[in-house]
């Protein structure tokens, strides 16, 4: 076991959107910082969202204004740093008879619009549903009104690898595939010993503040030997989604009413299918295993037919899938009620910070690791005139208007004509401006080495790799992309067969000094 003499200034413990947000702004403001992750990065709660930058209409009815307020200014400046892994969507809410009056979605969807300083997205508006395109869809003759209002689509998963990526390049450690499986105290440092999941290797490494952002496995990494007992308690919450061939032709997401209170999402996703969620349940077991359940599946799609004209069968149904949401349990009687606020226990035992992080949503990540970091701050360096750095800093790839993606995919298309459109739009979503990077040199298809299909070549497998830490398909067709729903099983096997016989040759730089190798 190698034990590092370096001490850090922070540790933290996860990769997730908080634990890489966190990495990220404390990084910037001139801290030393260690981030492990057991598993790949995102591989939790944050690649099973939704997939939304919004600022959660329903968190209204449960008096959340502080959240929601919080959510839709995080909602434009996420937009403004990510534009290229961030899209404004608009959201069609019919009004059903017998549920929420008209007059309160109304009410809610005012104060949605200016609760939050909305600046660049366009307003709500009413829509007679018996006339306007969005309403074709629907089951004839039930639904005459509805709403139509603005929230933002992300990519999940790659808005926490990009900030991991930021975060290092700002000189963060990141380690994935790092299961922390000790931690305590040693001459006024915190000790904290991961073992690689793959080569068995373990090391020490010391810091001299640590947070626990593991998500689901919060209380565990507690009783790994931290020496505290925590008074906070999480709630483990089942959201699953499914996947279907695409139900509708125009670029409008729903937003559907059910009679149990809950909402159920329709949004056209990865240009030819449409995602469905989400589901609300208490889980218990290992959060590692969930997965959407027939039930969960059969609930879906019969809330969709209480809206759409063409019925969604569970046969229909080409992919689903499942997270557990660690919220914190301030004992609502249903999962569906439960705070979607986030909530901190700083604890410092022997003197040594530990702040554990429970609940948190994608949308408010970035100032979630900025009260993260105003809590350690008589622990770590950085001044009050470093806040708000983040939301001022593009993350790579970003740095354009948020107009400018269009441009960028015709740029590509003109300096590599060997692209194809589908080819173009699918890297500048990911890439952004990276995508030049990328692509840097290729004169003709065959510089970017061997076809893994859906568009994927080794090129782009290779940069995967040294850059963005995947080690596994999984990682590149599940979470760098969506790829997994164009690509065969076969397809996918031979990419992992050829990772496993490159990955030496394709390892990351070493980053230990700093941020860039």
Known sequence: MRLLERIY???????GVNGCGIARDAAGRGNSVFLCEMNDLASGTSSWSTKLVHGGLRYLEYYEFRLVREALIEREI?????????????????????????????????????????????PTRSVDLRTDEVGRPLIAGRYARG???????????RLVVLTARDAADRGAVIRTRARATEIRQDDGVWLVTTENTQSGERETIKARALVNAAGPWVEQVLASGAGVNAKAKVRLVQGSHIVVRKLYDHDRAYIFQNADGRIIFAIPYQQDFT?????????????AKVKATDE????????LGEYLAKPVKPADVVWSYSGVRPLYDDGASEAKAATRDYVFELDTPGGLPLLSIYGGKITTYRRLSEEALERLAPYLKGTKAQEGWTGRAPLPGGDMKVTAVAPLIAGLRHTYPFLTDAHAKRIAHAYGTRAATMLAGATSSADLGQD??????????????????????????????????RMSAAEIAALDAWIVANRDRAAPPVREAGGRA
């Open 9 to 15: 200034d922070l540790a933290i413990v996860g990769g």
């Open 452 to 485: 893994f299909g859906g568009t994927l070549t080794e090129r782009e497998v290779r940069y995967l790799m040294t850059d963005e830490w995947a080690l596994t398909a999984e990682d590149i067709v599940w979470r760098r992309s969506k790829l997994g729903l």
């Open 275 to 287: 995602l469905i969620g989400t589901t609300d349940r208490d889980y218990q077991g290992d959060p």
């Open 78 to 122: 996420l937009w403004q740093i990510a534009p290229h892994i961030i899209s404004p969507l608009r959201f069609v809410l019919p009004h059903h008879a017998g549920l929420r009056p008209a007059w309160l979605l109304r009410l809610g969807l005012f104060l949605y619009d200016h609760l939050g300083g909305r600046k660049l997205l366009p």
């Open 147 to 157: 709403f139509e209002y603005s929230d933002c689509f992300v990519d999940d998963a």
């Open 296 to 303: 969960e599946i059969a609930y879906l799609c019969a809330a």
